[in-house]
């Protein structure tokens, strides 16, 4: 079947626009996790869904990042007021079974959104 | 506090020779350790996990709690393993967070 999907793949913008990153989990996958991957850097945590709730949203940086997962499914990942320093490897995967990844809870990732703000 | 630090960024190594990557973590008690990989153009894929003992591609890792390390190793270095490499750490401390190295870039050369 189809992996995880992620649109846009590019997506450039001025600083202080608004953007939304779209991710499209693997059917019935019911976790679903946000990173974000800074040049030169490893993935880093930012919020994690079981179903449709936030269960864990402690690795968004700051209040103008925001993520929604309204039927438990698709994802989107909104940021405010982008700065320069936002641009970076946008990251989702998905897990078959609720809760943190474990070796018995697989994350499957997407291709990633790449976001430069100019 | 939890951490995975992968001390070379950079890699290369000639085809045949044996190669390691290494990795190593700081946490406090029983982790869960992996090797993540990405090849050119491709997603971020699961190499190995520590807890199934297994050999992917010819890579092996084994969890060193008295070093804190968890290298990945192969004896004989193949083109197609080129990649960047990244090892990552879960457990029960860090909750529903997966922490991630900062990758190591392995080149073999023909």
């Known amino acids: 079947g189809a992996g995880v999907s992620q649109t846009p793949s590019n997506k450039v913008t001025e600083k202080g626009k608004y953007v939304e990153l779209r991710c499209d989990p693997i059917s019935g996958h019911t976790a679903l996790y946000w990173y974000r991957q800074s040049l030169g850097q490893g993935p880093e945590f930012l919020i994690y869904?079981?179903?449709?709730?936030?269960?864990?949203d402690s690795g968004l940086p700051n209040d103008r990042f925001f993520a929604v997962r309204p039927e438990g499914s698709v994802s989107t990942l909104k940021i405010q007021r982008t700065e320069r320093g936002d641009s970076a490897v946008y990251l989702c995967?998905?897990?078959?079974?609720?809760?943190?990844?474990?070796?018995?809870?697989?994350?499957?990732f997407g291709p990633g959104t790449r976001l430069t703000v100019l | 506090a939890q951490r995975v630090t992968q001390p070379e960024k950079l890699l290369s190594v000639f085809k045949g020779a044996p190669v390691e990557l290494k990795c190593n973590y700081s946490y406090s008690g029983s982790p869960e350790l992996f090797w993540y990989v990405q090849y050119s153009r491709q997603r971020l894929q699961l190499l190995l996990r520590?807890?199934s003992r297994e050999s992917i591609k010819g890579f092996t890792a084994d969890l060193n709690k008295g070093e804190t390390s968890f290298h990945l190793k192969k004896p004989f270095a193949q083109e197609e393993d080129s990649a960047m490499y990244y090892c990552a750490l879960s457990g029960r401390n860090t909750g529903n967070q997966f922490y991630f190295g900062t990758g190591t870039s392995l080149t073999v050369i023909p």
């Open positions: 520590h807890i």
């Open positions: 869904f079981q179903g449709t709730g936030a269960a864990d």
């Open positions: 995967a998905s897990s078959p079974v609720s809760g943190r990844p474990s070796s018995y809870n697989e994350q499957f």
